[in-house]
């Protein structure tokens, strides 16, 4: 099978999780903002964008002032309101100027190093600005750009978007409408759904989601609430159910990128103690591979006296590798019952068949991801967490969080993965 090349930027977790599904496809992965042979002009440029952006998520956990600062940042990737349907094809502040950077010669490297290696071959990238990069350099091959929020501003079109020969893998239908706002033919959009690791799915029978939302359904609906009165969907998408669940009640709280959030994880440890200690529940820490995150975490533990439950009802996932965390967390992922995170790109793993309790948004685009799940009802809100041994539990008592898994598994796009290499290689 021909390869591809697959472009991201380590700006984050998100761009990098949305390649990882296809590395397995693809000729390299190259990190835009870090390959071997970027010029230091280059990688100063990348430099600020990926320190700014991290500091002011940090920074917005600051009262009043924090919020202040963030809101300026986020006026510039800020996502317009979609009604009334206008034509949005303008380009924005941010837009033009990495234009003008493109003619100062950023990204040419990065264009001309996969020119000389394979200059035919597919250019699949996470991000949008090395998608301009390719095209605005002459890139013979393909050009294809991976979206991974569920919706998107103006700043993912280019700047002539009815001349560019990009095209878009959009995991919602929202964003598909949004691109023709933005002036892209609907020639060069394909809704595919967003790229889920095969490792959680299996093969396009999904025999490895469905046994395991098998075991989180017990889990996740103990008084058999929902189950009762979906016996017979149950038993139709995914057979008949275990007689008891082969993990118990698991919870992974995924700290960003920037690692901003981590000390709501440590509330919850606080106020699920008591489970902790009696085992009733387990508590995933996805530190990533921020030395600082893990430290964190092993302090509050250690604060709380549960070190003798690391790694009984406890566990941290810290990689130094990110390619090495991606693989622990998604093994991590098929014993889990609850994602709880911001609504990052992780809300496309709602259609894994896992509820997803929801932080508040840092930025723009999470605030369009987290109305696109709670619309869906993949996924809800977090309530005080000073009532969390209350509502929670309630919330399972009552079957409300196995209803999310099932409409998650059921209406959410699975198959990106799969459909994504389809298009690429036409078959």
């Known amino acids: 099978m021909e390869k591809f090349w697959l472009v991201t930027v380590n700006m984050g977790y998100g761009h990098q999780r949305t390649a990882f599904p296809l590395r397995n496809f693809a000729r390299e992965i190259l990190n835009a903002n ?25 920074f917005k956990a600051f009262p009043v002032i924090g919020d202040f600062f963030f809101y300026i940042f986020d006026l510039f990737q800020k996502i317009p309101s979609f009604y009334p349907k206008r034509d949005l094809s303008k380009p924005n502040f941010v837009l033009e100027r990495s234009y003008d950077l493109f003619k100062k010669g950023w990204g040419k490297g990065l ?36 979206v991974c929020d569920a919706d998107i501003a103006r700043s993912w079109a280019p700047l002539k978007p009815k001349e560019t020969k990009i095209k878009y893998f959009a995991p919602t239908e929202r964003v598909v409408e949004r691109l023709q706002l933005y002036g892209v033919k609907k020639e060069n959009i394909f809704f595919t759904g967003y790229p889920l690791p095969l490792e959680n799915i299996g093969s396009e029978k999904m025999e490895i989601l ?16 929902y189950l009762k009165n979906y016996q017979t969907l149950i038993k139709e998408t995914l ?17 960003g990128g920037a690692g901003a959030q981590k000390e709501i994880g440590a509330k919850i440890m606080k106020n699920l103690e008591r489970e902790i200690r009696e085992e009733k529940i387990r508590i995933i820490f996805s530190a990533g591979i921020k030395k600082e995150v893990q430290n964190y975490f092993l302090d509050q533990i250690k604060k709380l006296r549960l070190n003798e439950f690391l790694g009984k009802s406890i566990k941290i996932i810290f990689e130094e590798n990110i390619e090495d965390y ?29 509820p997803i309790i929801l932080t508040p948004p840092i930025g723009s685009q999470e605030e369009f991801n987290l109305r696109w799940i709670l619309k869906s009802g993949f996924g809800i809100f977090q309530e005080d967490l000073n009532y969390l041994n209350q509502w929670l539990f309630d919330w399972i008592e009552k079957g409300y969080l196995a209803e999310m898994a099932m ?21």
């Open 34 to 58: 870090d390959y071997s042979g970027i010029s230091e002009t280059d990688k100063k440029i990348w430099e600020r964008t990926r320190r700014g952006y991290e500091f002011i998520s940090r």
């Open 111 to 146: 264009i001309d190093k996969l020119k000389k290696e394979d200059p035919k071959i597919p250019l699949v990238t996470t991000f949008f600005i090395p998608a301009f990069m390719a095209e605005h350099f002459g890139y013979e091959g393909e050009i294809f750009c991976i």
């Open 210 to 225: 469905k046994e395991d939302l098998k075991f989180r359904l017990l889990n996740l609906d103990p008084k058999f609430r």
């Open 239 to 255: 057979g008949d159910l275990p007689e008891r669940s082969d993990h118990p009640l698991t919870i992974l709280f995924s700290v």
């Open 326 to 354: 991606f693989e622990n967390f998604n093994l991590s992922l098929r014993k889990t019952d609850i994602l709880w995170t911001k609504p990052s790109e992780l809300v496309f793993y709602s259609a894994l068949g896992i």
């Open 407 to 427: 409409e998650g598994f059921l209406e959410g796009e699975k198959l990106g993965t799969f459909k994504i290499k389809e298009i690429i290689f036409g078959t």
